[in-house]
């Protein structure tokens, strides 16, 4: 599908959701995520991947016994350490900050790479 083929498909028409669903369907390219990310906003984009629990909620060493089980979790991008107009790394940090799952620092490839492989999946904007 050429750039033009694509553009043509994201006209002003299609909502969040068609926009999200097809994001998710396709190889995505790091252009792609972030025209996706400036129409939706920063903070109303979600994420939803796997994130260890922490067994304890501030650990001192990282070791197997810090580290809980995987679960699936809604996520954010948090601005405070890499803004997203930088467009060098990303980070994701749980919506639901129990202090149960830490957070990820990811390079804009890795997290295309990541949804293109469906280990992180995009949803619908709240």
Request: proline share 3%; glycine share 6%; charged share 25%.
């Amino acid at each position: 599908m050429s750039n033009t083929d694509h553009e043509g498909i994201n006209n002003d028409n299609t909502s969040k959701t068609d926009t999200l669903r097809l994001a998710n369907d396709i190889d995505m390219q790091r252009w792609e995520l972030k025209k996706l990310i400036k129409k939706i906003g920063v903070e109303n984009i979600r994420f939803v991947m796997y994130l260890n629990t922490l067994d304890d909620p501030i650990p001192i060493v990282l070791s197997p016994n810090t580290l809980g089980y995987r679960e699936y979790v809604e996520c954010r991008i948090d601005e405070s350490i890499f803004k997203v107009a930088d467009w060098y790394k990303i980070t994701l940090v749980p919506v639901e900050r129990t202090g149960k799952y830490g957070y990820t620092h990811l390079y804009v490839t890795t997290l295309v790479s990541l949804i293109n492989g469906g280990e992180i999946k995009l949803k619908n904007a709240t």
